[in-house]
T-cell receptor, first 113, second 112 residues
Framework: DGGITQSPKYLFRKEGQNVTLSCEQN?????MYWYRQDPGQGLRLIYY???????QKGDIAEGYSVSREKKESFPLTVTSAQKNPTAFYLC????????????FGEGSWLTVV | GNSVTQMEGPVTLSEEAFLTINCTYT??????LFWYVQYPGEGLQLLLK?????DKGSNKGFEATYRKETTSFHLEKGSVQVSDSAVYFC???????????FGRGTSLIVHP
């Protein structure tokens, strides 16, 4: 089935560690996005990418990094510079043109221990 | 720039009550409008969408009409169920930017 797969579903990070969240899509979408969601809050855009080997910072990029080496993959690294990383992370993808639906993965929970 | 404003939640209803969740927007150009639903601990799922003025999106008993004159896209359902309890997000994508703009979300709680 076509869709977006995020892994892992749950991840625990120790202080000072970098962790990487995986996002893979088989929808042949050009654009991919990473959002952060804090409990009871809306979505905040971290990074987005419209094509392979190109990505742009969103509203809260500090302490995060991404890569887009393949069309279907858009991993997010939460670095030790992100001081408050505990949150729910959502990956999404879409065809670039504006009228098309944005599809979401099931999300990944990251907790600092 | 683009923006989406949703009514504050939580919205608390009894089963079989009528639901309205208000959504208004500002956008450049002619946006496409979406409603997404998020169940606890899950990602967002598309509920319905409308791509031009006066279009009505509908799905699972939910409806929303694209009103250009009032820049609104209110979500309605005639009779809610406990299983409709979730967070609902209004969103738009405008020709000026392919980046989607989301509202803050409205939590719906339906009691038996």
């Amino acid at each position: 089935d076509g869709g977006i797969t995020q892994s892992p579903k749950y991840l625990f990070r120790k202080e000072g560690q970098n962790v990487t969240l995986s996002c893979e899509q088989n929808l042949n979408h050009d654009a991919m996005y990473w959002y952060r969601q804090d409990p009871g809050q809306g979505l905040r855009l971290i990074y987005y990418s419209q094509i392979v080997n190109d990505f742009q910072k969103g509203d809260i990029a500090e302490g995060y990094s991404v890569s887009r080496e393949k069309k279907e993959s858009f991993p997010l690294t939460v670095t030790s510079a992100q001081k408050n990383p505990t949150a729910f992370y959502l990956c999404a993808s879409s065809i670039s043109t504006s009228g098309n639906t944005i599809y979401f993965g099931e999300g990944s929970w990251l907790t600092v221990v | 720039g683009n923006s989406v404003t949703q009514m504050e939640g939580p919205v608390t209803l009894s089963e079989e009550a009528f639901l309205t969740i208000n959504c208004t927007y500002t956008a450049t150009g002619y946006p496409s409008l979406f409603w997404y639903v998020q169940y606890p601990g899950e990602g967002l799922q598309l509920l319905l969408k409308a791509t031009k003025a006066d279009d009505k999106g509908s799905n699972k008993g939910f409806e929303a009409t694209y009103r250009k004159e009032t820049t609104s896209f209110h979500l309605e359902k005639g009779s809610v169920q406990v299983s409709d309890s979730a967070v609902y997000f209004c969103a738009l994508r405008s020709g000026g930017s392919y980046i989607p703009t989301f509202g803050r979300g409205t939590s719906l709680i339906v009691h038996p």
